[in-house]
């Protein structure tokens, strides 16, 4: 089975195994597992942040990142199809007691003036706005990137009006490696950045928050009230220090299979437009089927996807899709062409 459903699917590489067996552990509630310590260092040192915190999952991460930057009764700013308002199940309001505006950008991606168009004026009726979230690459926008011009316009904004803003880096190094930028750069700008390991990166587990000493501080207290505080974690962080130093160049080859998967697609009748691919994720809209039906022919074929919407189904290419898969891959959707005229 070629299993394309997401970039959370891969499996360790015998060499991260190897890192992960040889990592130096302690009990980290203690603050005593050096190596969960080298990679919230090395995470927030690359990312031109203070400190870090590691967490078992994104959903963490950005939820401990909106607890700490929030209070009760105030306002967070974020695209309707961001992952914190879609898809952490209703966190937002049961964990930090807030209220969302949600704002729509093209594929995702939100704009400096829309942004300071949603800060609500400081009168009783309104929620105090306080925390604006970015995503990068954007999941719902088929893996769109922001430029750092864009990312500087919103936190100028942010910085007039005294608002956090965290960026729910999932995806980021998608993001960096296809825009060129330096990962340094994104500290200036973001108050908080959520980075998932177990995504392109292949880690099986794990995502790092960083930000200054004083909010991740307070985020380690958040974690603990979460569940989030791990004993001898240094064996996933050993994973997540040697996805950083092994595998961020190697998700150039995703997105190169995500462009030749997107144009096999863009040359089948049942599909009436793929998102332009910017990173590694390919969304196709379908006619003459439904994305059930057409799913089902898929998987039959030995290939899986999601549906993604009404009438859209979602391709993510990662670590363990190779060049021979890519080739069944394009084959299959061939044949599925000929099935359907
Ligand atoms: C996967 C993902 C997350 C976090 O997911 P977890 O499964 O909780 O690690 C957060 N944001 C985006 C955009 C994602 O794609």
Not at 325 to 341: E, I, Y
Request: charged residues 20%; aromatic residues 6%; negative net charge.
């Amino acid at each position: 089975m070629i299993d394309l459903r997401s970039d959370t699917v891969t499996c360790p590489t015998p060499a991260m195994l190897e890192a992960m067996i040889q990592a130096e552990v302690g009990d980290d509630v203690f603050g005593e597992d050096p190596t969960v310590q080298a990679l919230e260092e090395k995470t927030a040192r690359t990312f031109g942040m203070e400190a870090g915190l590691f967490c078992p999952s994104g959903t963490m991460t950005n939820q401990i990142a909106i607890r700490a930057q929030t209070q009760p009764q105030q306002e967070v700013i974020c695209h309707r199809n961001a992952h914190i308002y879609l898809y952490e199940g209703g966190g937002l309001a049961y964990n930090s007691l807030v209220s969302v505006r949600l704002l729509t950008g093209e594929r995702g991606v939100l704009k400096a003036e829309m942004v300071d168009a949603a800060i609500n004026p400081d009168d009783v009726h309104f929620p105090p706005t306080s925390l604006v979230a970015l995503e990068n690459t954007m999941n719902k926008g088929g893996g769109a990137c922001y430029q750092l011009n864009q990312i500087k316009e919103i936190a100028e904004v942010c910085q007039k009006h005294k608002l956090a803003l965290h960026l729910d880096g999932a995806r980021v190094f998608n993001a960096l490696v296809t825009t060129g930028d330096e990962p340094a750069e994104y500290g200036k700008y973001f108050s908080s950045i959520s980075v998932c390991l177990s995504k392109g990166l292949g880690a099986p587990v794990g995502s790092v928050l960083v930000g200054s000493h004083d909010l991740i501080k307070q985020a380690r207290r958040v974690r603990k009230v979460f569940g989030g505080g791990m004993r001898q974690a240094g064996y996933l962080a050993a994973a997540g220090i040697y996805a950083l130093d092994h595998h961020v160049e190697k998700l150039r080859e995703d997105h190169q299979r995500a462009k030749v998967l997107a144009e096999a697609l863009q040359d089948c009748s049942y599909v009436t437009s793929v998102l332009p691919v910017e990173t590694n994720i390919v969304i196709a809209t379908l006619q003459d089927t439904t994305p059930q039906h057409f799913l089902s022919q898929l998987e039959k074929a030995g290939v899986k996807a999601v549906t993604f919407g009404k009438q859209d189904v979602r391709f993510v290419t990662h670590l363990d899709f190779l060049d021979n898969q890519l080739d069944q891959v394009v084959g299959v959707l061939k044949k599925l062409n000929r099935q359907f005229a």
